[in-house]
């Protein structure tokens, strides 16, 4: 009986790529000889399996999943850890059982699938980990009943690192009612509605991933019902997401967050997504703290319909058709900080035509919300943006600077529109006036930051004093 340690089988497996003998160690090629279901109890190791004893043959073209399967549920029953060498690994329809502790080799453990159903799900088994090793999909189709390439429901605890997941033909990471932790993984070419997909989280992080050329959406956490979630989501790299189904907003973004409460988003960077690199729907209590969000299709960052309760801070956006949107207080959206973000060079031209504010703007708020110590510059339609017809009530905009823009701030004056503080803020550089009461697209008042200095245009639910502006454009 071969007798390994984990760092043995390292070793050993990492021996046996440089010698491209795939591992053939004497046990594990008379395990090629015999290859019985009964193979497996004598060839465990002092502390896992090598499952070149168990019979898996790397770099073969046959179909493999029956062996591993028995490998997986052996070890499981025993609590040990299951080792990988490298080489290709032809595999489908393969379940994990609760306790599997599954790992390769970085880059060179490859399991692929072979198609006819799904590839690795986790369904209902508790303590589950996968490391390092490939996950190929081989863009062939997963039946409808496996949402993603690596399928995980009502799983407490599962853990997956290190891993390339590559050419799914649906989500990449799919979970459902599930906890643990997906991190330092890969995740690219998810044909599917998300690289990486949560419902109904149950104390999950997903940190330092790497989400990239997906169709469809890069992080998404949802609810079915609007709960708490609590999932922490922090230092991922997603980019080049695309939004192959259309829309206006219901894919293509970085990260996404539906009626999950309690979410953080920090500290991660999102290139060239079509819509948002951060969009919060129907989300409560949601912060979104540090991230840095370049060349966004529609809005860099959006919460809206019904959110209540969001911080939205040092965040640095580059580029987008809108900077950061606190919205739709006609469905409940309010509560917001709104604080100590750059954003700069907004454009005017989106994804699709916009029937109510116009693309360009740099920080959008309605409702119960304070937008203070942000810097604006190059917006051409407006630095800021205060309320949209009646929706205003109760914002707060307070020591801003805001350069080169179109309207330095927009504040809705349209009848029914509640009250707005302005505050202290500096404008250089204006194309058509500093502060502009508007009537939604309309603007109908003079500038309110003029030879009188600051005045409420005779709109008694204004308060505007204290700003500063230059009255010329930098353009």
Known sequence: MTRYTRRQALRSGLAMSLFGTFGLTASSASAQQTATPNILASAQLRRGYNALDGGMRPGTADDQSRVLQQVLDEAARRGDPVFLPPGRYNLSNITLPARTRLMGVPGSTRLVYGGGGHFLSSLGGDDVQLSDMVLDGANLPLQPYAPGLLTVANTRSFHVENCLVTGSSAIGISLERSGGRIEKCEVVGAAGNAGIKSIEATRLAITDNHVHNCADGGIYVWRWASGEDGTQISGNRVERIGAKSGGTGQHGNGINIFRADGVSVTDNWMADCAFSAIRVNAGNNSRIAANTCLRSGETAIYVEFGFSGSIVSANMIDGATGGISCTNFNDGGRLATVSDNIVRNLKTRGPYVNETIDFGWGIHAEADTVVTGNLVERAPLYGLSLGWGVNLRNVLAS??????????????????????????????????????????????????????????????????NGNRSTGRSLS
């Open 399 to 464: 020591g801003n600077i805001i350069r080169d823009a179109g309207t330095g701030i927009a504040v809705s004056v349209a009848d029914g529109a509640g009250a707005a503080m302005i505050l202290d803020n500096m404008i250089d550089g204006t194309a058509r006036g500093a502060i502009l009461g508007h009537r939604w697209k309309q603007a109908v008042t003079e500038d309110l930051v003029g030879r009188r200095q600051n005045h409420n245009g005779g709109f008694e639910q204004l308060t505007i």
